[in-house]
């Protein structure tokens, strides 16, 4: 129940091939800290070479390994540093999750001349212009890889869409024309009218020479590098019956008990992740976007806030079993395109919501437990320094949850500004107070319990704060500091 991962990366990440070593050098950090599963960022090479992220997917085959897009290895390491390094978190009991980017490609070999049709970028349902020969990116031989553990070549028919025409280069989101017709895949939920394209060459998965290809390269993803599951991107822009079929043939011929978690991402409704939930039989664990948003939201607004509706609208609320609750990612830092950052001063809130609460499967952010500090610099060379602070309560947050988040749960979200809840404890193991507040001081009366009579409980995370009486008939009157956390445990 206690299980904690982390998502071992952020955007800015030095580019300096250090993080597969890294993360081989912080098992005893993982393991004090409660962490049993680590996600990684996508492994393969990028089209922007040794400075990819990982997402703008140029050959899935190549770990490092390879002489691409300008290097050998990729923006983390090398093949045998990645392999290394995961095969060491393993031997310590450490799960691994690696990142599968299966909705676009980039950074094509050669060029082709095909037919398309340019849509309307709002509607991707309407066409806004009649079918043209256009010359795009859509070719891929990976000659440096040369045919080495896969001969597909990608051509137009694997491909969906594309966003320029290299010859004229007008730019615009094209729908290629081949044996699909002119019609996008089947996509969950109605955002641009089918958000089937994203960026790049956008993968055809309804062309079985594609499925096929991508089943050999789970196959040899994982008979290659052992992971434990699998993290998987952009699911609004794939169909469901694309992940259906491929995760059907991976818990069948590759591994049974493969880890799923996935990345729909939204910042309205929950509903479309419930949808999506029913078109993929619940096979994947979803990211609680609509929860990270009312974090965003409730750090802006402060005060103003009303912390009674902070599980509002959020998949932990209706499917906490299937929901992986957390407060940033990679994509909600500032600069990027989901941008959406959570102010500081409520991340230990927020933390102590999805980490010390019954329902979910908290996931802690790279930035939250080590902190970064980066230059970025804008499309007019004018340069910015971001820092993201470690949120040093964090570590007693998560020392917090392996000994003392255990036992039934009892909510006092009668307050607008200030809420809490009561781990009663189960088999021998303490449980605790968990009280915020997003304004000022507050007290609130609390019943622990009869088991709790007559004992002492200090606050986790201030060492200032005084002791609380239990009386006996199992109330006590705990307090929390202005715009701040407390977890009250028993001191014996």
């Given amino acids: 129940m206690n299980q904690v991962m982390i998502q071992f990366f952020e955007w800015y990440y030095?580019?300096?091939?250090?993080?597969?070593?890294?993360?081989?050098?912080?098992?005893?950090?993982f393991k004090e800290f409660g962490i049993d599963t680590i996600w990684l960022p996508p492994a393969y090479k990028g089209v922007s070479g040794s400075s990819s992220e990982g997402y703008d997917v140029y050959d899935i085959y190549d770990l490092g390994e390879f002489d691409q897009k300008g290097t050998i290895r990729t923006k983390y390491g090398t093949k045998e540093e990645?392999?290394?390094?995961?095969?060491?978190?393993?031997?310590?009991?450490?799960?691994?999750?690696?990142?599968?980017?299966?909705?676009?490609?980039?950074?094509a070999d050669e060029k082709e001349k095909i037919m398309a049709r340019k849509v309307d970028p709002e509607n991707r349902n309407v066409f806004i212009e009649e079918p043209v020969e256009i010359e795009a990116d859509t070719k891929f031989l990976f000659p440096g890889r040369n045919k080495k553990h896969s001969d597909f070549v990608w051509d137009y028919h694997c491909f969906t869409g594309i966003d320029h025409d290299t010859e004229s280069g007008e730019r615009g989101i094209y729908k290629i024309i081949n044996e699909y017709g002119d019609t996008w895949e089947e996509v969950v939920g109605e955002e641009k009218g089918n958000f089937d394209y994203l960026m790049f060459s956008d993968i055809e998965s309804r062309n079985p020479a594609v499925l096929d290809e991508l089943k050999r390269w789970g196959k040899w993803y994982f008979e290659t590098v052992r992971f434990d599951g699998?993290?998987?991107?952009?699911?609004?822009?794939?169909?469901?019956?694309?992940?259906?079929?491929w995760l059907s043939y991976m818990k069948t011929h590759v591994?049974?008990?493969?880890?799923?978690?996935?990345e729909f991402w939204t910042s309205g409704t929950v509903d479309v992740l419930e949808k999506y939930i029913e078109a993929t039989g619940a096979a994947i664990q979803?990211?609680?976007?609509?929860?990270?948003?009312?974090?965003?939201?409730?750090?802006?607004?402060?005060?103003?806030?009303?912390?009674?509706?902070?599980f509002g609208n959020s998949l932990v609320s209706r499917q906490p079993d299937l929901a992986i609750t957390f407060v940033e990612n990679h994509d909600t830092q500032p600069f990027q395109s989901l941008e959406s950052p959570v102010d500081a001063w409520f991340k230990p809130l927020a933390y102590s919501l999805i980490l010390l609460r019954q329902e979910g499967h908290p996931c802690v952010f790279y930035c939250d437990l080590y902190g970064t500090c980066y230059t970025h610099v804008n499309h007019e060379g004018e340069e910015k320094q971001v820092i993201?602070?470690?949120?040093?309560?964090?570590?007693k947050l998560l020392f917090a949850r392996q000994k003392y988040a255990y036992g039934p749960q009892h909510d006092y979200f009668d307050d607008a500004h200030c809420v809490g809840w009561i781990r009663e404890g189960a088999n021998g193991q303490n449980g605790c107070v968990v009280l915020l507040s997003n304004a000022g001081e507050a007290v609130k009366t609390m019943h622990v319990?009869?088991?709790?009579?007559?004992?002492?409980?200090?606050?986790?995370l201030r060492d200032d704060?005084?002791?609380?009486?239990?009386?006996?008939?199992?109330?006590?009157?705990?307090?929390?500091?202005?715009?701040?956390?407390?977890?009250?445990?028993?001191?014996?």
């Fill in 255 to 262: 591994k049974q008990d493969l880890i799923v978690i996935g």
């Fill in 82 to 107: 990645y392999i290394a390094a995961i095969e060491h978190l393993q031997k310590h009991k450490i799960k691994v999750l690696v990142d599968v980017v299966l909705n676009h490609m980039g950074g």
């Fill in 14 to 29: 030095p580019n300096d091939g250090s993080l597969w070593n890294k993360v081989g050098t912080e098992v005893e950090t």
């Fill in 449 to 460: 319990g009869m088991q709790y009579a007559g004992k002492r409980f200090i606050d986790l």
């Fill in 230 to 245: 699998v993290r998987l991107d952009a699911l609004k822009h794939i169909s469901p019956h694309f992940y259906n079929e």
């Fill in 286 to 310: 979803l990211f609680d976007a609509p929860l990270h948003y009312n974090f965003h939201t409730a750090s802006i607004e402060g005060n103003n806030y009303d912390m009674r509706h902070i």
């Fill in 388 to 395: 993201m602070p470690k949120i040093t309560v964090l570590e």
């Fill in 465 to 492: 704060a005084q002791e609380v009486y239990i009386d006996e008939a199992g109330n006590g009157a705990f307090g929390v500091g202005a715009g701040s956390a407390a977890v009250w445990i028993a001191y014996d």
